[in-house]
């Protein structure tokens, strides 16, 4: 059995963390015993960010890395062709990248957003830390925003890119039941980890009405739940 760090749970899913949530989905395709312990304290963490891992004792921070750790012996995915696996790369990219920061402007920076994600996130905080610790997270992650690079554009411009990536995705889905075969894959669990935090993660998006106007991704969220369960 391997053990999880994670935040807590939050906005109605699994975990509000698209990285966690893929790592927990990927342990149930690939039949991995694993159990989750909730932390909050990423800063002690070896790259101060969750999630983490213990896996045969020890420490293996970043979820691309525990996963590819994972993967060594699980093979869940030793049956996939190069070009399937160069497909399904570009997709996690795609969404662990472009929508994983769209993501985090609307829970984050988006002044529509911020007072539900600040309800989520801190309301059961000891009430002289909820006056000056939302504020300070919300203040690094705007910063970590700007020097990605997508917190440079308009709000506008932000949930334009998010929708055209959705557009694009939506494309490739087509009518297949997955990305990059007839079953559900490592690359699977990150875009729909992604998908499900846009889509039933409590905020009213742009990206979530463009996801809600792809009838196809929907079903394909949903399917994905079916085969994961988390």
């Known amino acids: ?98 929508l994983y920061w769209s993501l985090v402007f609307s829970r984050w920076v988006d002044e529509e957003f911020w007072p539900l994600t600040k309800q989520e996130l801190f309301s ?11 504020n300070l ?17 308009s709000k506008t411009q932000i949930y334009d890119f998010a929708v055209e990536a959705i557009e694009h995705l939506a494309s490739l889905l087509g009518d297949k039941p997955y990305f990059v075969t007839d079953r559900m894959t490592q690359y699977d669990a990150a875009a729909y980890a992604t998908l499900t935090n846009l889509l039933n993660g409590k905020l009213s998006t742009p990206i979530k009405t463009a996801i809600e106007n792809k009838p196809n991704l929907v079903a394909y969220i949903n399917r994905c739940y079916e085969s994961c369960g988390v």
């Open 1 to 98: 059995m391997i053990t999880i760090y994670e935040f807590p749970p939050a906005f109605g899913l699994t975990n509000a963390s698209p990285f966690a949530l893929k790592l927990q989905a990927y342990c149930k395709l690939a039949n991995i015993d694993y159990q989750v312990k909730y932390r909050i304290d990423s800063e002690k963490m070896p790259k101060k960010k969750f999630p983490v891992a213990i896996i045969n004792n020890e420490m293996v921070a970043d979820s691309n890395i525990i996963l590819a750790t994972l993967e060594q012996n699980a093979k869940l995915d030793a049956n996939l062709s190069k070009e399937q696996h160069a497909i399904g790369y570009l997709i996690k990219e795609l969404v662990e990248e472009k």
């Open 124 to 134: 059961e905080m000891p009430a002289l830390l909820k006056l000056f610790v939302p």
């Open 137 to 153: 997270v919300r203040k690094n992650l705007i910063k970590s925003i700007y020097a990605q690079g997508l917190g440079r554009h």
